[in-house]
């Protein structure tokens, strides 16, 4: 994604300014489904930032007006920001709960890029008709260059032949499944089984995948080659690859950089403060320099000093401390909240869990998140009572403590982070998208409204989950999933959002 251009914002301006002018004189009186009056209309690719009324009909936003409007719901807006719903590019909570979290943080789009799922259509299948929120994965390179090794490929066909004869996946078989994949992390893929690996990703496109999800940092047994051959493969089919890039410091960021730049590839960097750590700055000078000369590459951020992730990963094989600078009472067994010790690491480590890992400096986070180039996902973990809190108030942590309350950047600055950046980092992939992140008519009616003077996160690292204060509103595909700051109980209307390789 290249900056949005000013031109393309200029002339785009003048045409929303002359169909909101006129609206008055034509829509006045017509009815909407929803009405949204009084509220601070903000949206980031036009700039309009005026009190307005918005009608929705269906599942589309139909009229932005100055003029009195009715409709067969009225939400009143009064001293409320109306802004497009915010979009998760980094979710790793695709579950039900997962998204009643998300929704109350603002979120109407959660996307799992940075992973990937291995069976696209089995992802979207399982998520259909019980998503709060839209949804949509890459697919999953760790996962398919394992399933490519002929001393794997048997064992993972044969589980997935048991899940089909017995209806369904048991937890017994999905852990079966994830074990013969995790055997492949420490081994090279021989080139001669490239070809397998790309058809397997290509199907997975073909199903909708939005993209590849590459994080190698977690399998090190991957070549250079091989990462190298599948920037020319994401090259080749136009798609975009996420990636968690392998080791701290900045030479995990020259790899990536370097490929996209050599292949012409789409590249995401996914949180690069918990990538980069101390080497933030050196990092978002390379990625940054190379997007200003014309190379497709992006980068986020989570407004947190925190990471969490498996203890029985590679990130944890020996040399852990060094690399990332920290010791066993950094890391937080997330299932109790205890600091762990030395004794409690290595044995938490061969029974397999989740973690917190404290590693980052507040003035770090401040740093990243104030370039407006950088978008802001979450990372947010599957839902667990005592998970890290960036998969409930990531959202409103950005825009309570850093937007309002350190004035990092400004209030539309933020929400184009939130929302318009990330809808153009996909819609060259999902023509869906075009259609996301903003406040226009003809948009989806993605919308969010909240109080941009309380808006704030309240979940924290020490008591379970707990929803975000200030959002009062959201809207997904028209449909409330939050209504006067509760929960709508058993509201589903998200949708799958697809690459341009499936069938709509």
């Known amino acids: 994604m290249k900056p949005i251009s000013m031109l393309r ?9 002359l169909v909101t002018a006129a609206a008055p004189f034509v829509i006045a009186q017509e009815s909407y489904d929803i009405v949204i009056v009084n509220g601070r209309v903000m949206d980031p690719e036009t700039g309009l930032d005026a009190i307005r009324n918005v009608g929705i009909r269906g599942e589309a936003i139909v009229a932005i007006t100055e003029g009195p409007i009715t409709g067969d719901v009225v939400v009143d807006a009064t001293g409320l920001v109306v802004s497009p719903g915010f979009i998760d590019l980094h979710a790793h909570g ?56 002929p001393e794997h490929e ?33 081994e090279e893929l021989d080139p001669e089984h490239y070809p397998t690996l790309w058809r397997r990703l290509e199907q997975g496109l073909n199903d909708g995948a939005l993209g ?15 990462i190298f051959r599948l920037f020319e493969f994401a090259a080749d089919h136009s798609t975009t690859i996420f990636t968690h890039v392998k080791g701290m410091g900045t030479t995990g960021v020259q790899e990536v950089v370097s490929n996209a730049v050599a292949t012409g590839a789409s590249l995401h960097i996914v949180h690069i403060n918990s990538s980069s750590l101390w080497s933030y700055q050196t990092n978002l000078d390379i990625i940054l320099g190379a997007q200003d000369r014309g190379a497709d590459i992006t980068t986020e951020a989570y407004p947190y000093t925190a990471a969490s992730t498996s203890i029985e990963s590679a990130l944890f094989d020996e040399g852990w401390q060094e690399t990332m600078r920290i010791s066993y009472g950094d890391v937080q067994w ?32 401040k740093a990243i998140l104030s370039d ?63 259609r996301k992140g903003r406040i226009q008519i003809g948009s989806d009616a993605d919308i969010t409204i909240f109080n941009e003077k309380k808006i704030i996160d309240t979940a924290d690292f020490e008591s379970e989950l707990s929803y975000s204060d200030g959002v009062h509103y959201v809207l997904v595909n028209g449909q409330f999933v939050v209504w006067d700051s509760e929960l709508v109980e058993g509201a589903r209307p998200g949708r799958a959002i697809l690459g341009r390789g499936a069938v709509f």
């Open 9 to 17: 914002r200029y002339l785009l301006f003048p045409i929303v300014c």
């Open 372 to 434: 407006p180039r950088v978008m802001v996902a979450s990372d947010g973990m599957p839902y667990a009572p005592g998970a890290h809190p960036r998969g409930a108030g990531t959202f409103s942590r950005f825009l309570g403590r850093y937007v309002r309350d350190q004035e990092v950047i400004s209030l539309m600055g933020g929400l184009a982070k939130m929302t318009l950046l990330p809808a153009l980092r996909l819609e060259s992939i999902s023509p869906q998208m075009k």
């Open 334 to 365: 997330q299932d109790t909240g205890e600091r762990l010790t030395e004794e409690t690491f290595n044995e938490y480590r061969k029974q397999g869990g989740i973690v917190i890992i404290h590693l980052m400096k507040p003035e770090w986070i």
């Open 94 to 149: 695709q579950s039900a709960r997962a998204n009643e979290f998300q929704a109350m943080d603002g979120v109407t789009t959660a996307l799992e890029l940075e992973s990937g799922v291995p069976d696209l259509a089995q992802f979207i299948a399982m998520r259909s008709n019980d998503a709060v929120i839209n949804f949509g994965a890459s697919i999953a390179h760790g996962a398919l260059r394992t399933w490519s090794m």
């Open 154 to 186: 048997g064992n993972l066909n044969e589980i997935v032949a048991r899940m089909v004869e017995e209806g369904g996946a048991t937890d017994d078989l999905i852990d079966a499944f994830y074990a013969t994949l995790a055997k492949g992390q420490y």
């Open 212 to 226: 590849v999800g590459m994080p190698h940092a977690y399998y090190p047994g991957v070549s250079h080659d091989e």
